[in-house]
């Protein structure tokens, strides 16, 4: 068995990213839930990531060159 590997979590004002893990390892604490309008549901779920990067900008894409996405992925 191998050991898990947590979550890299990027959050912009407009966007919250996090690396694709299978987070049954990663979730920590119990599942709170709240009805919302229009049949929507807010899930709060605790969990353990491996590293938090914010960024103020959400301009991450310029293809011409590496971004905090490229950085996110490779480590």
């Given at each position: 068995?191998?050991?898990?590997?947590?979550p890299?979590?990027?959050?912009?004002p407009?966007?919250?990213w996090?690396?694709?893990?299978?987070?049954?390892?990663?979730?920590?604490?119990?599942?709170k839930?709240?009805?919302?309008?229009?049949g929507?549901?807010k899930?709060?779920?605790?969990?353990?990531a491996?590293?938090?990067?914010?960024?103020?900008?959400?301009?991450?894409?310029d293809?011409?060159?590496?971004?905090?996405l490229?950085?996110?992925?490779?480590?």
């Amino acid at each position: 068995m191998t050991v898990p590997d947590y979550p890299k979590i990027l959050e912009t004002p407009h966007h919250f990213w996090f690396g694709p893990v299978d987070l049954t390892h990663a979730v920590q604490g119990d599942t709170k839930t709240e009805p919302l309008p229009g049949g929507y549901v807010k899930v709060t779920k605790t969990f353990v990531a491996k590293s938090y990067t914010y960024s103020d900008s959400d301009l991450l894409y310029d293809f011409a060159k590496p971004n905090l996405l490229d950085k996110q992925s490779k480590n």
